[in-house]
């Protein structure tokens, strides 16, 4: 997914977070926590290309 829509993504769904350099290998699982552009973490709003999560280790 290169983009996030209000819609394309349930709370609690299960991401995995891609390798800057290699997008095919998996660093991190995490869980979607928000994707409400209008949301604001650390004092900035999410917007429409990210989407808030919880990481795993």
């Known amino acids: 997914m290169d983009?996030?829509?209000?819609?394309?993504?349930?709370?609690g769904t299960r991401v995995y977070l891609k390798s800057w350099k290699n997008r095919n290998k998996n660093v991190a699982l995490a869980i979607a926590?928000?994707?409400?552009?209008?949301?604001?973490?650390?004092g900035f709003?999410?917007?429409?290309?990210?989407?808030?999560?919880h990481v795993f280790h």
């Open 3 to 11: 983009f996030i829509t209000n819609n394309s993504m349930e709370i």
């Open 45 to 53: 709003q999410l917007g429409t290309k990210f989407l808030m999560v």
């Open 33 to 42: 926590v928000s994707c409400d552009p209008t949301r604001k973490v650390r």
